[in-house]
């Protein structure tokens, strides 16, 4: 469960962007995670209703969007999309071979903020 580190890091970011902006009240926040991430968009929502009361992001929905592993194949070096969750992770489609490296799909960011 490493979500809570997570939030922790995000609602920083959350804090000085509407510090930044004199913004008093965030109602909304949108997410860009990389599905290799492995975090849950329901305990994120969880673990950041409980570390908001008395912020200004208090009561702000997550809204999250899922990016997508992309991935160079090491074998016939073309780039291809993956789903962590198949069987078919990490297989590259044009020629068969499984690995590379990973270009997206790993990281998370605040992709914007609604305030009122
Ligand atoms: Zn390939």
């Known amino acids: 469960m490493h979500e809570l580190p997570v939030m922790n890091g995000i609602l920083r970011v959350v804090i000085r962007h509407a510090a930044k902006h004199r913004v008093s009240r965030v109602t909304a926040i949108a997410l860009r995670v990389g599905k290799l991430c492995d975090l849950d968009a329901g305990w994120m929502q969880h ?6 009361p008395g912020t200004v992001a208090q009561g702000a929905r997550l809204d999250i969007e899922w990016a997508d592993v992309v991935m160079h194949c090491a074998g016939c070096a073309r780039e291809f999309t993956t ?11 044009h020629c068969g071979r499984s690995g590379g490296e990973i270009l997206a799909g790993t990281g998370y960011f605040v992709k914007s903020m609604a305030a009122q």
Do not use: N, V
């Open 47 to 52: 673990y950041f209703d409980y570390l908001t």
């Open 83 to 93: 789903e962590p969750k198949s069987q078919g992770f990490g297989i590259c489609p």
